[in-house]
T-cell receptor, first 116, second 112 residues
Framework: AQSVTQLDSQVPVFEEAPVELRCNYS??????LFWYVQYPNQGLQLLLK??????LVESINGFEAEFNKSQTSFHLRKPSVHISDTAEYFC??????????????FGQGTTLQVKP | KAGVTQTPRYLIKTRGQQVTLSCSPI?????VSWYQQTPGQGLQFLFE???????NKGNFPGRFSGRQFSNSRSEMNVSTLELGDSALYLC???????????FGAGTRLSVL
């Protein structure tokens, strides 16, 4: 079974400051890892994913996340945030194997509040 | 390419009624997964359908059921609604890799 822990429920930060949203996971099998973003009254948008290969993955809007197997973490970072980054961010895991395919396990979410 | 479409966007029902939600996946996607989102429990996996067969199921009572049609469209049904079923129901579709999921805007169900 897999589980995901997002260590901060809310992260307030000033515009143009750097931010890190923390995510730790637990799994008995190899995993795929994801970050999703949810804006108010909308569904989830895939921000970035780690499937295999390079442990550092990047999104088109400046976010990056690093898969750390030894620390079972997949923290999300951005060097300079904008007001428009204000949203809820979800870390998710999917395990390898037929019993886990197609099933995402989500963390409780982190609300990123960017202040002017 | 159109995204995942969920209908209706909003629903109000009363306890004891049943409800059917619809999801049209991205063209070419054959896998559809359903999730329930509530403030207390967060995002929870309901079930996944691939090629008209349920492949995975979460820990929800039998009142929650689903199906998938030959064109990959999926429906989710909840019978004998309870107040606790009030939630945002999200559908996601996947193409070649069933772990990479793209979500619709959701159906917000309110049970009174």
């Amino acid at each position: 079974a897999q589980s995901v822990t997002q260590l901060d429920s809310q992260v307030p930060v000033f515009e143009e400051a750097p931010v890190e949203l923390r995510c730790n996971y637990s799994s008995s099998v190899s995993v795929y890892l994801f970050w999703y973003v949810q804006y108010p009254n909308q569904g989830l948008q895939l921000l970035l994913k780690y499937l295999s290969g390079s442990t550092l993955v990047e999104s088109i809007n400046g976010f990056e996340a690093e898969f750390n197997k030894s620390q079972t973490s997949f923290h999300l970072r951005k060097p300079s945030v904008h007001i428009s980054d204000t949203a809820e961010y979800f870390c998710a895991v999917s395990g390898h194997g037929s019993s886990n395919t197609g099933k995402l396990i989500f963390g409780q979410g982190t609300t990123l509040q960017v202040k002017p | 390419k159109a995204g995942v479409t969920q209908t209706p966007r909003y629903l109000i029902k009363t306890r004891g009624q049943q409800v059917t939600l619809s999801c049209s996946p991205i063209s070419g996607h054959r896998s559809v997964s359903w999730y329930q989102q509530t403030p207390g429990q967060g995002l929870q996996f309901l079930f996944e359908y691939f090629s008209e067969t349920q492949r995975n199921k979460g820990n929800f009572p039998g009142r929650f059921s689903g199906r998938q049609f030959s064109n990959s469209r999926s429906e989710m049904n909840v019978s004998t609604l309870e107040l606790g079923d009030s939630a945002l129901y999200l559908c996601a579709s996947s193409g070649g890799d069933r772990n990479i999921q793209y979500f619709g805007a959701g159906t917000r169900l309110s049970v009174l």
